[in-house]
Protein backbone atom coordinates (compact mmCIF):
# COMPACT_ATOMS: atom_id res chain seq x y z
CA UNK A 1 0.00 0.00 0.00
CA UNK A 2 1.60 3.19 -1.30
CA UNK A 3 1.79 5.80 1.62
CA UNK A 4 0.00 8.73 1.31
CA UNK A 5 0.96 12.25 2.93
CA UNK A 6 -0.14 12.97 6.01
CA UNK A 7 -1.12 8.85 6.83
CA UNK A 8 2.38 7.33 8.08
CA UNK A 9 4.27 8.64 5.19
CA UNK A 10 5.89 10.92 7.15
CA UNK A 11 5.04 15.04 7.50
CA UNK A 12 3.21 16.79 4.58
CA UNK A 13 5.01 19.23 2.73
CA UNK A 14 3.80 22.41 2.51
CA UNK A 15 1.60 24.18 0.07
CA UNK A 16 4.14 26.47 -1.75
CA UNK A 17 3.30 30.14 -0.41
CA UNK A 18 2.45 32.50 -3.32
CA UNK A 19 3.93 35.58 -1.50
CA UNK A 20 7.27 34.09 -1.11
CA UNK A 21 10.30 35.22 -3.28
CA UNK A 22 10.64 31.82 -5.86
CA UNK A 23 14.29 30.35 -5.84
CA UNK A 24 17.21 32.87 -7.50
CA UNK A 25 17.05 32.02 -10.98
CA UNK A 26 19.92 30.44 -12.67
CA UNK A 27 22.06 31.97 -14.30
CA UNK A 28 23.18 30.76 -18.01
CA UNK A 29 25.86 31.98 -20.94
CA UNK A 30 24.05 32.84 -24.16
CA UNK A 31 26.92 31.68 -25.87
CA UNK A 32 25.35 28.04 -25.51
CA UNK A 33 23.74 28.13 -28.98
CA UNK A 34 25.83 27.85 -31.80
CA UNK A 35 24.13 30.62 -33.35
CA UNK A 36 25.39 32.91 -31.04
CA UNK A 37 28.90 31.92 -31.71
CA UNK A 38 28.55 32.50 -35.51
CA UNK A 39 26.85 36.05 -34.98
CA UNK A 40 29.82 36.96 -32.62
CA UNK A 41 31.77 36.15 -34.82
CA UNK A 42 30.81 37.84 -37.65
CA UNK A 43 30.32 41.31 -35.61
CA UNK A 44 34.26 40.48 -33.40
CA UNK A 45 35.58 40.11 -37.65
CA UNK A 46 33.42 42.74 -39.25
CA UNK A 47 34.87 45.28 -36.65
CA UNK A 48 38.18 44.52 -36.54
CA UNK A 49 38.55 44.66 -40.16
CA UNK A 50 36.52 47.97 -40.43
CA UNK A 51 38.72 49.52 -38.12
CA UNK A 52 41.79 48.36 -40.33
CA UNK A 53 40.39 49.63 -43.90
CA UNK A 54 39.02 52.88 -41.71
CA UNK A 55 42.63 53.74 -40.31
CA UNK A 56 43.69 52.69 -43.91
CA UNK A 57 41.12 55.50 -45.58
CA UNK A 58 42.29 58.35 -43.36
CA UNK A 59 46.00 58.02 -43.62
CA UNK A 60 46.09 57.20 -47.78
CA UNK A 61 46.73 59.88 -49.64
CA UNK A 62 44.70 58.70 -53.05
CA UNK A 63 41.17 58.19 -51.91
CA UNK A 64 39.37 54.98 -53.20
CA UNK A 65 35.75 54.76 -53.89
CA UNK A 66 35.66 50.80 -53.84
CA UNK A 67 37.27 51.04 -50.31
CA UNK A 68 34.58 53.40 -49.40
CA UNK A 69 32.21 50.83 -50.44
CA UNK A 70 33.73 47.89 -48.41
CA UNK A 71 34.52 50.07 -45.14
CA UNK A 72 31.54 52.36 -44.94
CA UNK A 73 28.63 50.11 -46.49
CA UNK A 74 30.08 46.21 -47.06
CA UNK A 75 31.67 45.91 -43.06
CA UNK A 76 28.55 47.37 -41.28
CA UNK A 77 26.37 45.46 -43.40
CA UNK A 78 28.45 42.30 -42.64
CA UNK A 79 28.49 43.94 -38.74
CA UNK A 80 24.88 44.36 -38.45
CA UNK A 81 23.80 40.88 -40.39
CA UNK A 82 26.12 38.98 -37.02
CA UNK A 83 24.36 40.88 -34.56
CA UNK A 84 21.08 40.52 -35.84
CA UNK A 85 22.20 36.61 -35.51
CA UNK A 86 23.46 36.88 -31.96
CA UNK A 87 20.07 38.52 -31.40
CA UNK A 88 18.70 35.51 -33.05
CA UNK A 89 20.07 33.33 -30.56
CA UNK A 90 19.39 34.72 -27.72
CA UNK A 91 15.37 35.32 -29.09
CA UNK A 92 15.46 31.51 -29.07
CA UNK A 93 17.20 30.74 -25.85
CA UNK A 94 14.45 32.74 -23.90
CA UNK A 95 11.72 31.22 -25.68
CA UNK A 96 12.87 28.14 -25.02
CA UNK A 97 13.36 28.94 -21.82
CA UNK A 98 10.10 29.72 -20.70
CA UNK A 99 8.54 27.03 -23.05
CA UNK A 100 10.09 24.60 -20.32
CA UNK A 101 9.09 26.30 -17.19
CA UNK A 102 12.57 27.49 -16.71
CA UNK A 103 13.41 29.78 -14.48
CA UNK A 104 16.83 31.26 -16.22
CA UNK A 105 18.75 34.84 -16.51
CA UNK A 106 20.75 34.79 -19.91
CA UNK A 107 24.72 36.70 -19.37
CA UNK A 108 27.78 37.22 -21.33
CA UNK A 109 29.31 35.30 -18.69
CA UNK A 110 32.30 32.82 -20.13
CA UNK A 111 31.53 28.99 -18.30
CA UNK A 112 34.32 26.99 -19.33
CA UNK A 113 32.74 24.03 -16.94
CA UNK A 114 30.10 23.78 -19.21
CA UNK A 115 30.88 21.51 -21.90
CA UNK A 116 28.23 22.67 -24.56
CA UNK A 117 29.63 26.19 -23.94
CA UNK A 118 33.40 25.27 -24.71
CA UNK A 119 32.06 23.56 -28.10
CA UNK A 120 30.62 26.84 -28.87
CA UNK A 121 33.45 28.45 -27.95
CA UNK A 122 36.01 26.93 -30.19
CA UNK A 123 33.23 27.44 -32.89
CA UNK A 124 33.22 31.10 -32.19
CA UNK A 125 36.86 31.52 -32.02
CA UNK A 126 37.25 29.16 -35.63
CA UNK A 127 34.88 31.33 -36.96
CA UNK A 128 36.24 34.82 -36.48
CA UNK A 129 39.42 33.60 -37.78
CA UNK A 130 38.44 32.22 -40.85
CA UNK A 131 35.69 35.21 -41.04
CA UNK A 132 38.78 37.84 -40.61
CA UNK A 133 40.55 36.13 -43.46
CA UNK A 134 37.89 35.51 -45.45
CA UNK A 135 35.94 39.30 -45.37
CA UNK A 136 39.45 40.82 -45.15
CA UNK A 137 40.63 38.94 -48.59
CA UNK A 138 36.92 39.18 -50.42
CA UNK A 139 36.62 42.71 -49.31
CA UNK A 140 39.74 43.93 -51.19
CA UNK A 141 39.02 41.58 -53.94
CA UNK A 142 35.28 43.46 -54.16
CA UNK A 143 36.69 46.91 -54.47
CA UNK A 144 39.66 46.44 -56.53
CA UNK A 145 37.51 44.19 -58.98
CA UNK A 146 34.82 46.33 -59.23
CA UNK A 147 36.99 48.91 -60.45
CA UNK A 148 38.48 47.14 -63.04
CA UNK A 149 38.03 48.06 -66.36
CA UNK A 150 37.09 44.17 -66.88
CA UNK A 151 33.82 44.88 -64.56
CA UNK A 152 33.13 48.01 -66.32
CA UNK A 153 33.53 46.55 -69.64
CA UNK A 154 32.82 42.93 -69.98
CA UNK A 155 31.53 41.93 -66.06
CA UNK A 156 28.59 42.99 -65.29
CA UNK A 157 27.68 46.09 -68.34
CA UNK A 158 28.32 44.00 -71.45
CA UNK A 159 25.78 46.47 -72.55
CA UNK A 160 28.88 48.53 -72.76
CA UNK A 161 31.20 47.08 -75.32
CA UNK A 162 31.03 50.25 -77.46
CA UNK A 163 32.46 51.97 -74.77
CA UNK A 164 35.16 49.00 -73.61
CA UNK A 165 36.45 48.55 -77.47
CA UNK A 166 36.81 52.49 -78.21
CA UNK A 167 38.25 53.03 -74.51
CA UNK A 168 40.42 50.19 -75.45
CA UNK A 169 41.91 52.05 -78.21
CA UNK A 170 42.23 55.26 -76.49
CA UNK A 171 44.54 58.03 -74.75
CA UNK A 172 43.35 57.22 -71.47
CA UNK A 173 43.15 53.06 -71.94
CA UNK A 174 45.59 52.78 -68.81
CA UNK A 175 43.16 55.41 -66.45
CA UNK A 176 40.44 53.40 -64.80
CA UNK A 177 37.15 53.80 -65.90
CA UNK A 178 36.06 54.83 -62.05
CA UNK A 179 38.67 57.94 -62.41
CA UNK A 180 36.56 59.54 -64.57
CA UNK A 181 33.36 58.13 -64.03
CA UNK A 182 32.98 57.97 -60.20
CA UNK A 183 36.55 59.72 -59.04
CA UNK A 184 37.34 60.29 -55.17
CA UNK A 185 34.66 60.67 -52.18
CA UNK A 186 31.74 59.15 -51.34
CA UNK A 187 29.11 61.33 -52.88
CA UNK A 188 29.89 60.41 -56.79
CA UNK A 189 30.14 56.66 -55.56
CA UNK A 190 27.01 56.64 -53.99
CA UNK A 191 25.36 58.71 -56.96
CA UNK A 192 27.07 56.59 -59.48
CA UNK A 193 25.45 52.75 -57.65
CA UNK A 194 22.20 54.06 -57.30
CA UNK A 195 22.25 54.65 -60.90
CA UNK A 196 23.97 51.15 -61.35
CA UNK A 197 20.94 49.57 -59.95
CA UNK A 198 18.90 51.04 -62.73
CA UNK A 199 21.07 49.82 -65.29
CA UNK A 200 21.80 46.23 -63.84
CA UNK A 201 17.34 46.28 -64.04
CA UNK A 202 17.21 47.37 -67.65
CA UNK A 203 19.92 45.30 -68.33
CA UNK A 204 18.22 42.24 -66.90
CA UNK A 205 15.34 43.11 -68.50
CA UNK A 206 16.80 43.56 -71.61
CA UNK A 207 15.13 47.53 -71.68
CA UNK A 208 18.26 49.60 -71.87
CA UNK A 209 18.29 51.74 -74.71
CA UNK A 210 20.11 51.44 -78.22
CA UNK A 211 22.25 53.32 -78.11
CA UNK A 212 22.99 54.42 -74.75
CA UNK A 213 21.74 57.77 -73.98
CA UNK A 214 24.82 60.38 -74.30
CA UNK A 215 25.96 62.26 -72.65
CA UNK A 216 26.35 61.21 -69.23
CA UNK A 217 24.00 64.16 -67.02
CA UNK A 218 25.19 63.05 -63.85
CA UNK A 219 29.05 63.56 -64.48
CA UNK A 220 31.35 65.39 -62.17
CA UNK A 221 32.90 68.69 -62.82
CA UNK A 222 35.72 68.39 -64.87
CA UNK A 223 37.93 70.39 -62.24
CA UNK A 224 37.13 67.15 -59.94
CA UNK A 225 38.73 64.37 -62.47
CA UNK A 226 40.68 65.86 -65.96
CA UNK A 227 42.18 68.86 -64.21
CA UNK A 228 43.26 66.08 -61.91
CA UNK A 229 46.53 65.03 -64.73
CA UNK A 230 45.70 67.93 -66.57
CA UNK A 231 47.11 70.87 -65.12
CA UNK A 232 45.42 74.13 -66.91
CA UNK A 233 48.13 76.58 -65.54
CA UNK A 234 50.27 75.08 -68.07
CA UNK A 235 47.89 75.42 -71.39
CA UNK A 236 49.63 77.68 -73.15
CA UNK A 237 51.89 77.63 -76.09
CA UNK A 238 51.07 76.05 -79.40
CA UNK A 239 51.24 72.70 -80.84
CA UNK A 240 52.13 71.69 -84.46
CA UNK A 241 49.05 68.52 -85.71
CA UNK A 242 49.45 67.53 -89.07
CA UNK A 243 46.15 65.81 -90.63
CA UNK A 244 47.03 63.43 -94.08
CA UNK A 245 43.89 63.27 -96.22
CA UNK A 246 42.88 61.22 -99.06
CA UNK A 247 40.58 61.87 -101.89
CA UNK A 248 38.48 59.42 -103.39
CA UNK A 249 39.79 59.41 -107.26
CA UNK A 250 41.75 56.24 -108.85
CA UNK A 251 44.97 57.78 -107.63
CA UNK A 252 43.80 58.12 -103.86
CA UNK A 253 45.97 61.30 -103.77
CA UNK A 254 46.92 62.57 -100.49
CA UNK A 255 46.57 66.19 -99.38
CA UNK A 256 48.45 67.29 -96.75
CA UNK A 257 47.80 70.13 -94.09
CA UNK A 258 50.03 71.10 -91.28
CA UNK A 259 48.27 73.40 -88.67
CA UNK A 260 50.29 75.11 -85.65
CA UNK A 261 47.10 75.01 -82.85
CA UNK A 262 46.92 77.85 -80.51
CA UNK A 263 46.69 75.82 -77.38
CA UNK A 264 46.52 78.94 -75.36
CA UNK A 265 45.43 79.48 -71.84
CA UNK A 266 47.36 82.60 -69.70
CA UNK A 267 50.77 82.81 -71.58
CA UNK A 268 53.23 83.08 -68.92
CA UNK A 269 55.48 85.08 -70.68
CA UNK A 270 53.59 87.91 -71.58
CA UNK A 271 50.53 87.11 -68.87
CA UNK A 272 48.14 88.02 -71.51
CA UNK A 273 44.80 85.50 -71.94
CA UNK A 274 45.17 83.86 -75.68
CA UNK A 275 43.85 80.65 -77.80
CA UNK A 276 41.74 77.96 -77.10
CA UNK A 277 41.75 77.26 -73.53
CA UNK A 278 41.64 81.10 -72.52
CA UNK A 279 38.80 81.10 -69.98
CA UNK A 280 40.41 78.32 -68.42
CA UNK A 281 43.01 80.13 -66.34
CA UNK A 282 41.89 83.62 -66.12
CA UNK A 283 38.86 83.97 -64.09
CA UNK A 284 36.41 84.54 -66.99
CA UNK A 285 33.71 82.32 -66.70
CA UNK A 286 31.27 81.18 -69.80
CA UNK A 287 27.59 79.60 -69.32
CA UNK A 288 26.15 78.52 -72.15
CA UNK A 289 22.12 77.24 -72.91
CA UNK A 290 21.53 74.50 -74.86
CA UNK A 291 18.09 73.49 -76.11
CA UNK A 292 18.42 69.57 -77.25
CA UNK A 293 19.73 66.64 -74.64
CA UNK A 294 22.90 66.18 -76.85
CA UNK A 295 23.87 69.74 -75.98
CA UNK A 296 24.72 70.34 -79.69
CA UNK A 297 21.87 73.45 -80.16
CA UNK A 298 23.67 76.76 -78.12
CA UNK A 299 20.55 79.44 -78.44
CA UNK A 300 22.23 81.20 -75.21
CA UNK A 301 26.26 82.28 -73.85
CA UNK A 302 27.26 84.58 -71.12
CA UNK A 303 30.43 85.42 -70.90
CA UNK A 304 32.09 86.85 -67.32
CA UNK A 305 35.61 88.25 -67.08
CA UNK A 306 37.77 88.68 -64.32
CA UNK A 307 36.78 91.94 -63.66
CA UNK A 308 32.93 91.29 -63.61
CA UNK A 309 31.87 92.45 -66.86
CA UNK A 310 29.15 89.92 -68.77
CA UNK A 311 28.28 89.67 -71.66
CA UNK A 312 25.07 87.96 -72.73
CA UNK A 313 25.01 86.37 -76.33
CA UNK A 314 21.34 85.68 -77.45
CA UNK A 315 20.13 84.13 -80.78
CA UNK A 316 17.52 86.94 -81.76
CA UNK A 317 15.31 84.68 -83.77
CA UNK A 318 15.17 82.37 -80.95
CA UNK A 319 15.75 84.12 -77.84
CA UNK A 320 15.60 81.82 -74.37
CA UNK A 321 15.06 83.48 -70.70
CA UNK A 322 17.59 81.47 -68.96
CA UNK A 323 15.26 82.38 -65.80
CA UNK A 324 12.63 80.24 -66.87
CA UNK A 325 11.57 77.06 -65.19
CA UNK A 326 13.32 73.97 -66.67
CA UNK A 327 16.12 75.56 -67.99
CA UNK A 328 19.70 74.77 -67.61
CA UNK A 329 22.18 77.17 -67.29
CA UNK A 330 25.12 75.13 -67.67
CA UNK A 331 29.25 76.10 -66.53
CA UNK A 332 31.40 75.75 -69.78
CA UNK A 333 34.21 73.34 -69.05
CA UNK A 334 36.32 71.01 -70.41
CA UNK A 335 34.23 67.99 -71.45
CA UNK A 336 32.02 70.70 -73.54
CA UNK A 337 34.34 70.65 -76.25
CA UNK A 338 36.69 66.88 -75.36
CA UNK A 339 32.99 65.00 -75.28
CA UNK A 340 34.92 62.07 -76.47
CA UNK A 341 38.32 61.80 -74.43
CA UNK A 342 38.35 57.84 -73.81
CA UNK A 343 35.38 56.63 -76.13
CA UNK A 344 36.07 58.15 -79.76
CA UNK A 345 34.08 56.54 -82.52
CA UNK A 346 36.03 58.11 -85.68
CA UNK A 347 33.94 58.25 -89.18
CA UNK A 348 34.99 56.15 -91.25
CA UNK A 349 36.95 58.10 -93.64
CA UNK A 350 39.10 59.60 -91.27
CA UNK A 351 40.41 56.24 -89.98
CA UNK A 352 40.59 55.40 -93.98
CA UNK A 353 42.61 58.48 -94.17
CA UNK A 354 45.14 57.41 -91.18
CA UNK A 355 45.40 53.97 -92.40
CA UNK A 356 46.37 54.98 -95.58
CA UNK A 357 48.78 57.66 -94.19
CA UNK A 358 50.55 54.13 -91.78
CA UNK A 359 50.47 51.81 -95.09
CA UNK A 360 48.33 49.73 -93.52
CA UNK A 361 45.93 50.30 -96.59
CA UNK A 362 48.06 50.64 -99.63
CA UNK A 363 47.37 53.96 -101.64
CA UNK A 364 48.55 51.87 -104.80
CA UNK A 365 45.54 50.15 -104.68
CA UNK A 366 43.03 51.50 -107.32
CA UNK A 367 40.13 53.78 -105.74
CA UNK A 368 41.15 51.92 -102.18
CA UNK A 369 39.25 55.01 -100.48
CA UNK A 370 36.40 55.60 -101.66
CA UNK A 371 35.56 51.86 -102.48
CA UNK A 372 36.30 51.24 -98.39
CA UNK A 373 33.96 54.32 -97.48
CA UNK A 374 31.84 52.55 -99.12
CA UNK A 375 31.54 48.74 -98.08
CA UNK A 376 31.76 50.64 -94.26
CA UNK A 377 28.97 52.77 -94.83
CA UNK A 378 26.62 49.62 -96.37
CA UNK A 379 24.12 48.93 -93.51
CA UNK A 380 24.72 45.31 -91.36
CA UNK A 381 22.28 43.99 -89.24
CA UNK A 382 25.19 42.82 -86.90
CA UNK A 383 28.92 42.23 -86.93
CA UNK A 384 28.89 38.82 -88.56
CA UNK A 385 27.26 40.03 -91.72
CA UNK A 386 29.77 43.16 -91.82
CA UNK A 387 33.01 40.66 -91.03
CA UNK A 388 31.67 38.45 -93.97
CA UNK A 389 30.50 41.03 -96.46
CA UNK A 390 33.51 43.87 -96.35
CA UNK A 391 36.19 41.53 -97.62
CA UNK A 392 33.96 39.92 -99.78
CA UNK A 393 33.09 42.84 -101.67
CA UNK A 394 36.44 44.17 -101.95
CA UNK A 395 37.83 41.34 -103.67
CA UNK A 396 34.52 41.62 -106.09
CA UNK A 397 35.07 45.06 -106.95
CA UNK A 398 38.80 44.20 -107.91
CA UNK A 399 38.52 41.10 -109.33
CA UNK A 400 35.31 43.01 -111.78
CA UNK A 401 36.86 46.09 -112.15
CA UNK A 402 40.49 44.81 -112.41
CA UNK A 403 40.37 41.49 -113.59
CA UNK A 404 43.71 41.34 -115.54
CA UNK A 405 45.81 42.78 -112.77
CA UNK A 406 43.45 40.78 -109.47
CA UNK A 407 46.10 37.94 -108.75
CA UNK A 408 48.99 40.45 -108.24
CA UNK A 409 46.86 42.73 -106.55
CA UNK A 410 45.73 39.41 -104.38
CA UNK A 411 48.22 40.12 -101.25
CA UNK A 412 47.07 44.11 -100.78
CA UNK A 413 43.40 43.45 -101.64
CA UNK A 414 43.93 40.60 -98.50
CA UNK A 415 45.63 43.35 -96.22
CA UNK A 416 43.63 46.30 -97.42
CA UNK A 417 40.67 43.82 -96.13
CA UNK A 418 41.88 43.03 -92.85
CA UNK A 419 42.85 46.76 -92.18
CA UNK A 420 39.09 47.85 -93.32
CA UNK A 421 37.40 44.99 -90.53
CA UNK A 422 39.59 46.31 -87.64
CA UNK A 423 38.42 49.82 -88.74
CA UNK A 424 34.95 48.52 -88.59
CA UNK A 425 35.49 46.41 -85.61
CA UNK A 426 36.47 49.36 -83.13
CA UNK A 427 34.04 51.55 -84.80
CA UNK A 428 31.02 50.27 -85.13
CA UNK A 429 28.82 48.36 -83.41
CA UNK A 430 25.74 47.18 -85.45
CA UNK A 431 23.63 45.28 -82.55
CA UNK A 432 24.17 48.63 -79.95
CA UNK A 433 22.97 50.96 -83.27
CA UNK A 434 26.13 53.19 -82.40
CA UNK A 435 28.81 54.77 -84.63
CA UNK A 436 29.93 57.89 -85.26
CA UNK A 437 26.50 59.12 -86.04
CA UNK A 438 25.14 58.91 -82.95
CA UNK A 439 28.52 59.89 -81.12
CA UNK A 440 29.17 63.16 -81.83
CA UNK A 441 32.70 64.66 -81.57
CA UNK A 442 32.78 68.35 -80.30
CA UNK A 443 36.78 68.63 -80.68
CA UNK A 444 36.55 70.03 -84.50
CA UNK A 445 34.17 71.31 -86.72
CA UNK A 446 34.96 68.94 -89.93
CA UNK A 447 32.12 66.63 -89.64
CA UNK A 448 30.14 67.94 -86.51
CA UNK A 449 29.65 71.71 -85.76
CA UNK A 450 31.35 71.17 -82.67
CA UNK A 451 33.46 74.90 -82.17
CA UNK A 452 30.70 76.03 -84.72
CA UNK A 453 28.06 75.54 -82.08
CA UNK A 454 28.88 78.61 -80.84
CA UNK A 455 31.55 80.03 -83.08
CA UNK A 456 30.29 80.74 -86.51
CA UNK A 457 27.00 80.90 -84.61
CA UNK A 458 23.42 83.22 -85.01
CA UNK A 459 24.33 84.30 -81.77
CA UNK A 460 25.34 88.32 -80.55
CA UNK A 461 25.18 90.46 -78.21
CA UNK A 462 23.27 93.66 -77.24
CA UNK A 463 25.59 95.88 -79.77
CA UNK A 464 24.92 93.16 -82.19
CA UNK A 465 28.43 91.80 -82.28
CA UNK A 466 28.47 87.90 -82.89
CA UNK A 467 30.81 85.37 -81.07
CA UNK A 468 34.51 85.35 -83.23
CA UNK A 469 34.90 82.96 -85.57
CA UNK A 470 38.32 83.87 -87.08
CA UNK A 471 40.21 80.69 -87.41
CA UNK A 472 43.27 82.28 -86.85
CA UNK A 473 42.32 82.82 -83.52
CA UNK A 474 42.72 78.52 -82.62
CA UNK A 475 44.71 77.72 -85.40
CA UNK A 476 47.31 78.42 -88.28
CA UNK A 477 47.77 76.90 -91.54
CA UNK A 478 51.74 76.44 -91.47
CA UNK A 479 51.66 73.91 -94.48
CA UNK A 480 49.48 72.79 -97.26
CA UNK A 481 49.67 70.77 -100.03
CA UNK A 482 48.78 67.49 -102.74
CA UNK A 483 51.74 65.67 -100.67
CA UNK A 484 52.31 63.47 -97.85
CA UNK A 485 55.64 64.39 -97.56
CA UNK A 486 55.87 68.07 -95.78
CA UNK A 487 59.01 68.81 -97.15
CA UNK A 488 57.16 68.92 -100.43
CA UNK A 489 54.21 71.28 -98.93
CA UNK A 490 53.77 75.12 -99.57
CA UNK A 491 54.74 76.39 -96.05
CA UNK A 492 54.96 79.57 -94.13
CA UNK A 493 55.67 79.92 -90.41
CA UNK A 494 53.59 83.08 -90.22
CA UNK A 495 50.64 81.17 -91.59
CA UNK A 496 49.20 80.52 -95.07
CA UNK A 497 45.75 81.42 -96.45
CA UNK A 498 42.98 78.04 -96.48
CA UNK A 499 43.13 76.16 -99.98
CA UNK A 500 40.18 73.64 -100.38
CA UNK A 501 41.85 70.70 -102.04
CA UNK A 502 38.62 70.79 -104.37
CA UNK A 503 37.93 73.22 -106.19
CA UNK A 504 34.98 75.38 -104.52
CA UNK A 505 36.41 79.40 -104.34
CA UNK A 506 35.76 80.88 -101.56
CA UNK A 507 32.75 78.94 -100.17
CA UNK A 508 34.15 77.56 -97.35
CA UNK A 509 34.40 81.39 -95.84
CA UNK A 510 30.25 81.83 -95.64
CA UNK A 511 29.36 78.25 -95.22
CA UNK A 512 30.14 75.53 -92.53
CA UNK A 513 32.31 72.55 -93.19
CA UNK A 514 29.14 70.41 -92.46
CA UNK A 515 26.86 71.64 -94.93
CA UNK A 516 29.30 69.64 -97.32
CA UNK A 517 30.99 66.99 -95.01
CA UNK A 518 28.05 65.10 -93.10
CA UNK A 519 28.14 62.05 -90.78
CA UNK A 520 25.84 60.53 -93.40
CA UNK A 521 28.84 60.85 -95.93
CA UNK A 522 31.12 58.93 -93.54
CA UNK A 523 33.53 62.03 -93.65
Not at 83 to 107: D, H
Not at 111 to 123: C, G, K
Not at 254 to 273: A, E, F, K, M, Q
Not at 384 to 396: F, H, K, Q, V, Y
Amino acid sequence: MTDSPGAGGGPEAPAADPQKPSAAPERRSVYRHPLAAVGGAMVVAGVLVFLVLFAIDLTSGAQNPYRALVTFIGLPAFITLGALLFLLALRIQVVGARKRGENVRFSLRVEPSDPRYMRNLWLFVGLVVILLGAVAFTGFKAYQSTESVAFCGETCHTVMEPQAVTYQNSPHARVACAECHIGPGASFWVKSKVDGLRQVWKTITNSFDRPVATPIRNLRPAQETCEECHWPEQFYGQKLVNRSYFRTDEANSPWTVSLLVNIGGGNPRTGVPEGIHWNMITGNTVEYIATDFARQEIAWVRRTDSAGNVTVYTDPDNPVDPAADGVEVRRFDCIDCHNRPSHRFLPPATSLNQALASGTISADLPFVRRVGLDLLMAEYVARDEANTRIPEGLREYYRVEYGDRYDALVPVIDQAAASLLGIYNTSFFPEMKTDYRVRTNNLSHFVNDGCFRCHFSNLEDEAGTRISSTCTSCHAIVAQGPSADLNELDSDIAGLPFVHPAEIGNAWQTVRCTQCHTPSQGY
